[in-house]
């Protein structure tokens, strides 16, 4: 029997829906998802094991133009991820009309790219027609005139079947690169923490989301539950505040949607102790950003 397998490495701007794509691709929720932009901040590899073949996908952040060190990893991710990709998916949203330098990078490289316009199940079922939707494509053929365009709706699974058809079509014969039980390249505490920010996105407004860091510093399996112990650190002492809220109720509410959350995800009843700390600007201090895994 032939076995192929390659690493399809996701890329686009912030909110396109890469990591809605490659959740759904995978059948499992692996990547944290908001309606906020700049949501996933680092590389998560997703991987799908048949026994003819294995595919690695690469969630990664969304491309942008790095302000700060935290930002300037961020896209080290995506850069990187270029340098080991067999076949790269460009997503991009209906009506977004995208130009990076990045793409200049993208374009010379000697791999398949197939381009994603996503969200057509905003326009329904006849996004043929749609003014938006064609100029999309029409802007898009032209900038990547030797790629695949092929519109998706990650959402509602739309296409779907027909990429992963392209992406097996695509990978050439390699044995698997990763044992064939791995779905993912991360420990489960990484995915606790993920879980945590992602509560805090739909919690709590404004900068919160964006200066929070989490720290899962105990992950014991006991016989009945997991005993949990994360810690949260913000960039000042005012977001400290706001986080534990009025006799702690922000924080009581933050515990009761983690724990939901994190008892689906590991299929086990956990018990979840959260402690908030301040770590003084840590998103523009590369020492700070080394010690969180950035
Ligand atoms: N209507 C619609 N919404 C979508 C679709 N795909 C993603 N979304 C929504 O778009 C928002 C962003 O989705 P994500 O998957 O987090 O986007 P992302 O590209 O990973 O964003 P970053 O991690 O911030 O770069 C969420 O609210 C999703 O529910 C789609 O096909 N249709
Ligand atoms: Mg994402």
Redesign the pocket.
């Given at each position: 029997m032939i076995h192929k397998s390659g690493f399809v490495n996701i890329i686009?701007?912030?909110?396109?829906?890469?990591?809605?794509?490659m959740n759904s691709l995978i059948g499992e929720k692996i990547?944290?998802?908001?309606?906020?932009?700049?949501?996933?901040r680092h590389r998560i590899l997703g991987i799908i094991n048949e026994p003819d073949f294995q595919i690695i996908f690469s969630?990664t952040?969304?491309i942008i133009y790095p302000v700060y060190p935290m930002q300037k990893i961020m896209m080290q991710y995506v850069e990187k991820s270029l340098s080991d990709a067999d076949i790269i998916l460009l997503?991009t949203e209906f009506g977004k009309l995208e130009n990076f330098s990045i793409f200049n990078k993208i374009k010379k490289m000697n791999i398949p790219i197939i381009i994603l316009i996503?969200?057509?199940?905003?326009i329904g079922i006849e996004y043929k027609d749609n003014i938006s939707f064609h100029n999309s494509m029409k802007y898009w053929i032209k900038l990547f005139p030797n790629s695949e365009i092929l519109p998706?709706?990650?959402?509602?699974k739309t296409n779907q079947d027909l990429l992963m058809k392209k992406i097996i079509s695509l990978l050439s014969e390699h044995p698997p690169y990763y044992p064939k039980e791995f779905l993912s390249n991360r420990p489960k505490r990484f995915f606790v923490n993920e879980i945590i920010r992602e509560k805090i996105f739909f919690l709590y407004e404004k900068e919160i989301p964006y200066s929070v860091e989490i720290d899962t510093i105990l992950f014991k399996k006991e016989k009945t539950f997991i005993y949990i112990f994360s810690y949260i650190y913000v960039e000042r002492n005012s977001q400290k505040g706001i986080l534990v809220g009025k006799g702690g109720s922000s924080l009581k509410k933050l515990k009761f949607f983690s724990i939901k959350s994190i008892e689906s995800f590991l299929k086990k009843k956990v018990k979840l102790k959260i402690y908030v700390k301040v770590c003084k600007n840590w998103r523009y201090d590369y020492k700070k950003l080394k010690f969180f895994g950035y």
């Open positions: 686009g701007s912030p909110n396109a829906g890469k990591s809605t794509l990547s944290i998802i908001t309606w906020k932009p700049q949501t996933t969630d952040p969304g997503i996503n969200k057509i199940d905003k998706i709706s990650a959402l509602k």
